[in-house]
Every structure is written in C-alpha cells, then in structure tokens.
C-alpha cells in the first residue's frame, strides 16, 4: 500500500495510531486498538488523465486498548474506506470524516493532510469548525489550541492534547512525564488545589523534574472543573473532577486535601499549616485562587444565605432553593448562571444588582442586555440599580430580602456573588509584594519579588500584553493553566514569558456567550450581527483598535479574533466595521 505525497506519487505507507494515553476523550471505551493510514491504493486511486485522486483510509484492529471499537471487527480484521476527494479538501481546510464509524478530522496544511482526532477533549467541540492558522488549531468553543503535527496542547482550557494519527515509530499523543527520584531531594511546593497548581505540577513532571512536588489545598477534593459549579449545579464532586487521585498518584505528584496555608516564612523557606504541621521547600508556587466577597447587611448571619464555591455549596443550594423563593446577589457570572440553572426548579428568583445591566463591567452593556432579556423571559425578576441594605428571618433562616428603595423580596434562600477577593490574607505582614486588594505582584515569569518565589491564578495581577502591559487581575480558568504552565518553566529556569490570550465563556439557557481577549478600559464598539436575534458578534475598541470580542451564535468568530490578537496582529475598528460574520473567510483575509 502507497500513501499520498505532496505530488501525488506513491511513497511508503503513513500510518496514525490512535493515542492510549489517559485522560484522553478516547480513553476506557472501548477494549480495541485501531490503527489508521491516510493512503492511495497503488493504482486504484492514480487515475489518468489528471483525474481527481481519492483519499482512503485503513484501520486495523490490533487487540486491546484504551481506544473506540470499530464496529463488527475481531483482531485480524483491516477496513479500507474512501472517505473523500483529495480536492474536497483545500489549502487549510478542515473535515471530518468517517472511517468504519469513527469519526477522524483531515487538515490539509500547505499541501500536506494530516489526520487527528475530531473532538476537543477539553468539551467534545467539533474541531472541524475551529480556526486553523500555521500548524495550529484553536477550538471554536472555548479556544483550546492545539499542534495539528504533533496533537500537542498549546493554549488551554484543555488538559489533554487531541490523538494524532502517524508513524507507529512516533505515536506517542502527549510528552512522557519524568518519574520521581528519592536521589533528588528538592521540593516544589504548590499551595492550592485548582487549575493553576495542576497545569503546574504536570508541567514540572513533563519537563523532567524528578524531585518532590507537593500540592497543598484546603479543598476536599482533587482539582475539579470549578466553572460547572454555577453551569450545572446537579453534578456530584466526582463527575467533575479535572485528574483522578490515581492519576496524581502514578505521577508522583502528592496531593494535600483539607490542608491550608496559615504563614510563610520566606527567609527559612517554610509553610506553616492550619494543623500546626509546616513543610520546607526549595521553590514555591502561590496559587490559593479567590474567594467571593461577604454582604455586610444585617442579618447576613442568618442560615441559608450561601456563596458558591465548592461542590458542597452547589449541592446546598440547589436543595434549598428547589420550589422555594431565591434571592441572588450580583448579575455577575456566578449570579446570572445560578439564575439561569435554577429557572426552571425555584419557586420565585428575583437577582439584585447595583449596576444597571449584568455582567456591565465585564462585556458591557449590550451583552448584559441579551441576558437579562433570555432570564427574563424565563421569569426571572431583575432588580437593578438598587442594593440589599438588610434580611430578616424567623427561626435563625432567612425569610426576607430588604432593598435599599425600601422593596422587600420573599427569600428562603439568598446567593451571594458580588466580587471576589484574592485569598492571599496568610501572607499578611511579609515582605511579598501585593496590591491594595490583595493580589499578589508577578512579571510575566509568575516571580514575585521574593527569590524561589511563584504566583498563579486568580491570586496575582500581572502585566497584560492587551493593556500595554498595564497590571490586571483575570480570574479564568484558561488564564490560571497558562499561568500554572509558565510558572513552572520558569521555576526550571527556562527564562519563558508569558504568552496569552484570555478566553472565557458564560452558558445560559443552553446558549453560550463567548469572550476573548481583554476589553478593560474600552471606549467604544462595533456590534456585527442582532442582539435582538441574539446572533452577534461585538468588538471592543480602545485606542482605535480591537483589544477584545465576544459573540452569541457566531461561532467560531471569537476563536478566531483570539488567534488574531495571539499571533500580536491588530484590528482596526475600521476593519472591524467591515466584517461580514456569515463569513470567517473574510474575517480572516482583513
């Protein structure tokens, strides 16, 4: 068997095996390994004449794995199919096929095809809508990217990198991790338990360090996806769980639940812990996230008045305000996620909000418009541009909300989201630096001022590329895995800089509004699109160019101005002005 060169002559066969590594979306359904050429046959596919040539591919199954069956096949079979013409697919183009009932993404890059899986492992998003730019794939829905030689992940939220089908000779998915080494006595100490420790303890056993990481949180859980808290509320602890215990475990990577911070003490390189154990270190990442902002009304120490920020408190919630009257505090992302979750379970839900639209610092007033508008259809009542200025109950529970125009609210239970605060309190009184907030100072290394010292995630504001370089404080979870990620570089020694682009997305009624980039400090707009229809597409603009976009039913538009902004591009509101959203090729060529 021949494979397809770039002339179309017949070279020595090509051959993909699909990845086994764990975490990957393939993994654990099936018991079959399959292998996969992307080939002409010898002659039946050169045909004369110039004709268009066919491309097929082949799969085998080759006994166990970890990967998808082919179906009504035992462990000598081989199915060849013809999935398309070589000229279905052009110059950058992206299409899924199927072989033998599974599903395999060609790219065709500067006359070249390579074949990879088709589904984001971050959310299951059809990969062949996404953005290809070079040798590199962006997800349309939550802006993972991905090396289409290699499979490799190159910007999160993702973990997993995506099966690249090659060589058998070379068909390892992701990098090996290095293996602990009792010879090596450092330690890398990690305090905190979310993405930002994660990205950074894989990374270091990617690298090759092979010394002690410890991963010290006061969670009770392993790292778990945090943004399905207000997303989908009905979900236990464990199905949302980013890495399993085994899989820490087996990269020895130690993982400390119920174990929280107290003091540093950065001339000894000591932790001190709230049990009164403490722990030496020879570098140490500072990663204990935020926490949401308190009411200081009376009667805020009455039960059943909840922030959201673990699977417990989403579980609470969701039983308490079951058929019963909720009063959300703040239209922020939390705020209007819970609204939008709980829309059709809650008795009444009524959302407070001194500004006067949701979400108006972050996405403006015309986003937060549509929103209200799609929860407000659904029953949800806003009450906006007014504050809480008092709850009362009976019996110890909350039974009243009290506005500051003097409207009281029925409220069995009352949600809190109004901000957050870096949770950076046990470093009170050392030399570290921190803003006026709280937020830990780094550089674009994720080094602090202090020696051996790193910071990540929603606990440090850093200088943003997008703002000329002007410090901001971005809690996404995408942010936070790019942060885990250069920190750990650099606590190797790598000299690398952070290189991102901010991503986020926030889902209601089964619809997702999606944000890239970094609109703070914007001064005007360009709306492509309807908010009416709720199709659109928004640029934010400051200084006369793009510095962030969101869209609703525009996908993958966002991807895209994302890769734009990567690659150090500018947009000018004129070219803004200009583009067509029924088209990301015009998008693309402006």
């Known amino acids: 068997m021949g494979a397809l060169s770039n002339e179309g002559r017949a070279s020595p066969a090509v051959g993909w095996q699909l990845c086994q590594t764990p975490g990957c979306h393939l993994a654990g359904e099936s018991r079959r390994q399959q292998q996969c050429w992307l080939s002409d046959l010898g002659d039946k596919c050169l045909n004369p004449a110039g004709r268009t040539r066919s491309l097929w591919c082949s799969i085998r199954n080759l006994g166990p794995s970890e990967c998808l069956p082919v179906p009504s096949m035992d462990s000598s079979d081989t199915i060849t199919e013809e999935v398309c013409r070589e000229d279905d697919v052009g110059d950058g183009q992206l299409l899924e096929v199927m072989v033998a009932g599974y599903p395999v993404l060609l790219v065709r890059n500067r ?247 949701p979400f108006q610092h972050a996405m403006g007033p015309q986003v937060g418009g549509v929103a209200m508008k799609m929860l407000q259809n659904k029953g949800v009542k806003f009450h906006m541009k007014t504050e809480l200025c008092e709850l009362k109950g009976k019996d110890g529970k909350v039974t009243e909300a009290v506005l500051v125009n003097g409207e009281k609210l029925p409220a069995d239970v009352v949600v809190v989201g109004i901000g957050s605060t870096p949770s950076s309190a046990f470093l009170k009184g050392t030399s570290i630096a921190r803003d006026a907030k709280g937020a830990i100072l780094v550089d674009l290394h994720m080094q602090t001022n202090i020696p051996k010292v790193f910071a990540a995630g929603d606990v440090v504001t850093f200088p943003v590329a997008l703002l000329d370089g002007d410090r901001s404080s971005i809690h996404h979870q995408q942010v936070a895995e790019a942060h885990g990620r250069c920190a750990a570089l650099n606590m190797l020694g790598r000299g690398e800089e952070l290189h991102t682009v901010p991503y986020f997305w926030s889902t209601l009624l089964g619809k997702s509004i999606r944000y890239a980039g970094c609109g703070k400090g914007y001064t005007d707009t360009v709306v492509k699109g309807s908010l009416e229809q709720q199709k659109f597409l928004i640029f934010y603009i400051r200084d006369g160019h793009v510095t962030a976009a969101a869209s609703l039913n525009c996908d993958p538009m966002v991807s895209l101005i994302a890769e734009v902004l990567y690659l150090g591009k500018q947009i000018s509101k004129e070219e803004a002005e200009a583009c067509d959203i029924g088209s990301i090729t015009s998008l693309a060529q402006s």
């Not at 990969?127 to 490799?152: M, Q, Y």
């Not at 998915?173 to 602990?180: A, E, G, L």
């Not at 930002?196 to 010290?216: D, N, P, S, Y």
């Open 111 to 357: 006359r070249e095809f390579r074949a990879l899986g088709s589904k984001c492992p971050h959310y299951g998003a059809p990969l062949s809508k996404g953005v290809l730019r070079g040798e590199r794939l962006r997800c349309p829905w939550h802006g993972a990217c991905f090396n289409i030689r290699t499979g490799d992940i190159e910007e999160y939220p993702a973990l997993d990198c995506i099966p690249c089908f090659k060589d058998l000779e070379s068909s390892q998915r992701v990098k090996d991790t290095s293996r602990r080494c009792l010879l090596n006595k450092n330690t890398m100490l990690l305090l905190g338990g979310g993405v930002a420790a994660l990205v950074c303890a894989e990374t270091l056993r990617q690298e090759g360090f092979t010394g002690r990481i410890i991963m010290a949180t006061k969670e009770k859980h392993v790292p778990y996806d945090k943004s399905k808290l207000s997303k989908e509320m009905n979900l236990k602890a464990e199905d949302i769980y980013l890495r399993k215990p085994e899989f820490l475990e087996a990269r020895g990577i130690e993982f400390w639940t119920e174990k929280e911070a107290v003091s540093v003490d950065f001339q000894k390189q000591k932790v001190r812990f709230m049990d009164g154990s403490s722990q030496k270190y020879h570098q140490l990442l500072i990663a204990t996230g935020s926490h949401s902002g308190f009411l200081k009304v009376p009667g805020a120490d009455l039960q059943n008045i909840c922030t959201l920020q673990t699977p417990e408190e989403s579980s609470k919630i969701l039983e308490l305000a079951t058929g019963r009257n909720l009063v959300i505090v703040g239209a922020s992302f939390i705020g209007m996620e819970v609204a939008a979750f709980l829309s059709d379970k809650a008795g009444t839900i009524s959302v407070v909000e001194r500004e006067e639209f």
